[in-house]
Each structure stands twice: as C-alpha cells, then as structure tokens.
C-alpha cells in the first residue's frame, strides 16, 4: 500500500465492498479478490486524480461492474468450472437486483452475511479468525501473522484453505435465520470474544499489533451490535469488552506486571467506556427473557464497574449472577469464579467448602487457579502452611513467569508475616 | 488511538443564547453520526451551547476572574466534537472529510493523549 490516505480509505470501505460483490458473486473468496482489483485500480488513479469525494461508492462501483463482467463472461462462454457455475446460477435474479442503487441498509445486511460466512462452523477456529480479521478487520495477512506469533505463509494459507471450504461446503452468503440463528450467532460472538481476549492478554512487551487485536474486536463487536441490534447476547458481548477494556490502564502496574482486580487503582479506569459498557448491558438486558453467558459475564463485570472501591462490591450479587451462569453454562471454572465470590461475600470458609468440592473435578487438574484460590481462602482463615504449599503448587503450574513471580511472592509473604 | 473531531462553526461566536442549530442540518448531522456509530468508531459526542451562554475563567496573576459571554475576543469557538477510535490519523481525517459540513465550518482533528499501558 502506498498511501497512507487510500490505506485510510479502504481500512473504513474494504469489508464493505468485500460484502457487496460477494452478494453479486455467492463466494467471499472471489469478492475479496474483486475487491482488491478495485484497491488495485484506486492505488493507480487516486494519486494522480485525487481521492474522489466519495471513495466508497467509487470502489463499490468498480468491484461490481468487474464482478457482473465476470459473470457475463462466463455465462457466454458456459464455463463449468465448479467455482464458478456456482455462482452464475444465481446471477440473474442478483443482477436485476443490483441494478437498484444498493441502500444503506441493504449494505449491512450484506455486511451481516459476510461476518456469519467468514464464521462459519464448517471453518476451524483458527481460520473464523484469520478470516474476520482479514475479510471485516481489513487486517493484511501480514498483520494477521504478527498478532498471532504465526509465520506469514501459515496464516495465508490458513485463509487460502478456509476460502476453498466454504467453496466446496457451498455455504450460501446468508445470514441464518429461525432455529440456526442462535447456534450461528455463537459462532459468532465467540470468533469476536477470542479475538479480544488474545489481544487483551498481551503483554506490554509485545509488538503492538497484538493489543491491537482487542481494538479490532471491540469495533467488530460495535458493528455488529448495529446490524444485528435485536439479538440481546450482541450487547452482552459489547458490554463485556467495553467494561473489561476500561481497566487496561490499570491492569499492570509500571514494568508490565499484572495487578489484580481487587487492588487495581480505580481511578485509572476509563469511565467512558465503563458508561458505554453499562448502557450496552442494560440494552441487552431489556432484549433479553433470560440473560445469556456473555450478558451474565457483563453484569459481573459491571458489578466491580459499579464499586467505587474494592471493599463496595457487591459479592452477594456477583454470588447469584455466577449461579445463574452454571445453570447455563456450566462449567469448573464458573464454579471456581463462584466459589471465590462466595468466600468473599459470605466468608472464606463458606468458600474453601466450594473450593474443596471442584479438587475432586478431573476437568481442573492442572489448572493453576485452583490452587491458587484455595492458597487464598486458606490463608484468609489463617492455615498459613497449607496456604504455602498451595500458592507454591499453583506457581510450579502456571508457565506465565510474571504470574509466577506473583505467587511465590504470596508464599513468601505468608512466611515472614504469618499472622497478617 | 482516539481523536477529537472539534467542529467549529464561523459564526458561531457571535450567536445569541439558545441559538438551535437548522433541523435540516440536525438531520443530515444524525445520519452522519449514525454512520460513524454503524462503523464502530463513534465512543461519544456532544453539540454545545453558543459561548453567550457561557462563561470563561481566566487565570491572570494566579486568581480566578470570571467573565460572562459572549467573549469579544474569541474567533473561532468549538460547537462541539466527535470522539472516535480508528487505527491512523489519516483514518480520523477521512472521516472528518466526510462529514456534511457548511461552508463557514471547519473541523479540527487532534489526537487525545495516551495514557501509557494504552
């Protein structure tokens, strides 16, 4: 890319164009190349004609007139070619359509099926990733690569082959409706959730395309929540990522290391998006005839949000908030989460009962927040050896050195201070 | 990173308290900021009153005076803002450009600092 302004440009238009012409062509792996055709032809003119005065509907125009010439071509000379007969079958019906000059609207609908294709079930994980960072993100492969830590031909061929899936699989360019709605939408959400957590976990060190990646999430998740604005568990999920990314100028402290939530200095979070996570819960609330795990994951977050001090939170709610997301999703570490917000709100006792139960779950061992919890809750009751041995355990578990620092600090600290 | 899109409208200094701004105006600015909000840029923004209305603490001499608008004084005063999230700054330029701005506006671009760990 040659222009930092065209680069600009295509940054806010590519998914959108890449939407349009999939719409005309049935196969997003043919409009992304239609559409950098036109990227392509804008890196040749704008220079010297200048960036037109509305450079979105210039880039649309020249992706589908080269869409629909390639449709006619083929159509003429009755090619067969699988990748292509596909999508010549449809095109009458599409061209008379798009002959209309395409409304705003019509553009996100095109959107929303370009977000539920490139995450689609029948792809892997990793390539829903690669694909909505790349196809909605308007992430280069190369970006792409260097936020996941991967070489760049593993990520471009990770996009190659999920392209030629969705090919071969026909998954037509629809958004769901009816009962596959919902499963789709969580394939979704949880495409958008990962990206945000992968980038919120970097650490300070890393290249900054890595944090980066919660940005892109987070702008993923707000377009998202426009198009489809009825679906409460959208919100949830934007209420979630907003709330959790007021902290992260609290989150570590000044040589990058983690500082937990508890002890977090609250001033420093952003109370712009902490207001913007809140009014996102509370809309996907008024949606919602029963709160789904990303609206339940929100409220909790919200409820530290809400405390004007660690000691202010309210734990009983927080308590009942992760009772309601066992009973639907359940899982061991919710139960862990639950366990904690027990000991704190009823008790470290109450809390160690509950902790003690999930060490029988094979599904935790290994996992070092276990021992940790527990490290915690003894401790508080004044088992200091046991609470030794237990922060030792979960630092010997975690491969996270910082995190391992900060245990055996805890170990350390419970045995020169035992009665504090 | 953030940036503010300041709008300054020409004019704007001089106008009498409680001046609305054209609802013709209002709506092809609401279709704007709904583009803005559709893209997932838009964290918040806000239109202000004329300066009239407002008030200006100066700080000569290190004590608070305060004066009651309108300011004589002033040229261009700020009529409100965008706060938008992008990748670049030509990024917040383009967006800048496509707002349905009068001829006697002008929008003024500027990064919000970082905090660091940002």
């Given amino acids: ?420 | 990173m953030r940036f503010m899109m300041i709008m300054i409208p020409g004019g704007y200094e001089k106008a009498a308290p409680g001046t609305m701004p054209d609802p013709e105006r209002v709506a092809e600015m609401m279709k704007y900021n709904d583009e803005l909000r559709k893209a997932g840029v838009l964290l918040a923004l806000d239109g202000l009153h004329p300066p009239s209305a407002g008030v200006r603490v100066s700080f000569k001499g290190g004590t608070p005076a305060v004066k009651d608008g309108p300011f004589a004084e002033a040229k261009e005063v700020v009529g409100g803002y965008w706060l938008i999230q992008v990748k670049s700054k030509e990024e917040a330029v383009e967006w800048a450009k496509r707002c349905p701005a009068s001829d006697n506006e002008v929008i003024e671009v500027r990064q919000v600092h970082d905090f660091p760990g940002d």
């Fill in chain 1, 1 to 420: 890319m040659t222009s930092p302004a065209i680069e600009a440009v295509w940054r806010i238009e590519s998914a959108r164009v890449i939407a349009g012409v999939a719409r005309i062509v049935r196969d997003i792996g043919l409009a992304e190349d239609l559409a950098n055709d036109a990227l392509v032809a804008a890196l040749e003119q704008w220079p010297t004609e200048g960036i037109p005065r509305n450079p979105g509907a210039w880039l649309m125009a020249i992706a589908r007139r080269r869409a629909l010439d390639l449709l006619r071509w083929n159509k003429r000379t009755e090619r067969k070619h699988q990748e292509y007969s596909w999508a010549s079958s449809t095109v009458a019906e599409d061209y008379v359509a798009n002959l209309n000059s395409l409304m705003d609207d019509e553009i996100g609908d095109d959107l929303l099926r370009l977000i539920f294709t490139a995450c689609h079930p029948v792809l892997s994980t990793d390539a829903r990733v690669a694909l909505t960072l790349r196809l909605l993100g308007g992430l280069t492969t190369a970006e792409i690569a260097r936020a996941f830590l991967s070489p760049e031909p593993t990520i471009a061929q990770r996009i190659v082959r999920a392209k030629r899936t969705l090919a071969e699989a026909r998954v037509p360019f629809e958004a769901p409706r009816g009962a596959e709605l919902a499963a789709r939408l969580t394939s979704v959400l949880e495409i958008i959730y990962l990206i945000f957590n992968e980038g919120y976990t970097a650490s300070a060190g890393d290249d900054w395309l890595r944090p980066a990646l919660y940005e892109d999430a987070l702008r993923l998740g707000r377009i998202l929540a426009e198009l489809a604005s009825g679906e409460p568990e959208v919100h949830g999920l934007v209420a979630l990522m907003e709330i959790q990314s007021s902290r992260s100028r609290a989150r570590t402290g000044p040589s990058g290391e983690p500082i937990l939530l508890l002890e977090q200095d609250r001033g420093l979070w952003d109370q712009l998006l902490v207001r913007r996570g809140l009014a996102s819960l509370e809309r996907a609330e008024r949606l919602a005839n029963q709160r789904g795990p990303y609206t339940l994951q929100a409220a909790i977050a919200a409820c530290h949000a809400r405390a004007v001090a660690a000691d202010a939170t309210d734990w009983r709610r927080i308590v009942d908030l992760y009772s309601e997301l066992g009973e639907i999703s359940p899982s061991p570490i919710v139960e862990l989460n639950r366990a904690v917000a027990v000991g704190m709100a009823y008790g470290a006792s109450a809390g160690l009962e509950l902790v003690d139960k999930l060490c029988a779950d094979a599904r935790l061992i290994g996992y070092h927040l276990l021992p940790s919890v527990r490290g915690d809750l003894l401790a508080k009751l004044g088992r200091s050896e046991e609470a030794v041995s237990e922060f030792a355990r979960a630092a010997s578990m975690t491969r996270n050195t910082r995190e391992r620092d900060l245990l055996l600090e805890r170990a350390r600290a419970i045995t020169e201070y035992p009665n504090r």
